[in-house]
């Protein structure tokens, strides 16, 4: 599982990254206010790779799913692209606690 939702992760920081740089363009918006914003989900988003065994890890991935499609409000195609990686966190949790499952179950057989 760690693998998978690792992997999402690392997408989701390019992602925020590049949005950050769409929401740069907004008059409406301080500079710092979007690099704050994106620099923090970032920073989470590369945190939780090592934090996802951990208790809590997966609630606050989920978090940031949740930021991420709330990010939409600022940048719409977000709406979209939040949807896409909430999907894909979901498969990551979801397929990677069955390859973990599996796994044990390999390791458990006599040899």
Same mark, same amino acid.
């Given at each position: 599982?760690?693998?998978?939702?690792?992997?999402?992760?690392?997408?989701?920081?390019?992602?925020?990254?590049?949005?950050?740089?769409?929401?740069?363009?907004?008059?409406?918006? *301080? !500079?710092?206010?979007?690099?704050? +914003?994106?620099?923090? #989900?970032?920073?989470? @988003? %590369?945190?939780?790779?090592?934090? $996802?065994?951990?208790?809590?890890?997966?609630?606050?991935?989920?978090?940031?799913?949740?930021?991420?499609?709330?990010?939409?409000?600022?940048?719409? *195609? !977000?709406?979209?692209?939040?949807? +896409?990686?909430?999907? #894909?966190?979901?498969? @990551? %949790?979801?397929?990677?606690?069955? $390859?973990?499952?599996?796994?044990?179950?390999?390791?458990?057989?006599?040899?």
């Amino acid at each position: 599982m760690r693998t998978l939702c690792a992997s999402t992760l690392i997408g989701e920081f390019f992602v925020i990254g590049f949005a950050g740089l769409v929401a740069m363009k907004d008059d409406a918006l *301080a !500079m710092g206010t979007v690099w704050t +914003v994106c620099g923090v #989900l970032m920073a989470l @988003s %590369v945190l939780l790779c090592g934090m $996802i065994t951990r208790p809590g890890g997966i609630q606050l991935g989920w978090a940031l799913q949740g930021a991420l499609i709330l990010s939409g409000f600022v940048v719409p *195609a !977000m709406f979209v692209l939040g949807a +896409v990686f909430a999907g #894909l966190w979901w498969a @990551s %949790v979801h397929f990677g606690r069955k $390859i973990d499952e599996a796994k044990a179950r390999w390791a458990a057989q006599p040899e």
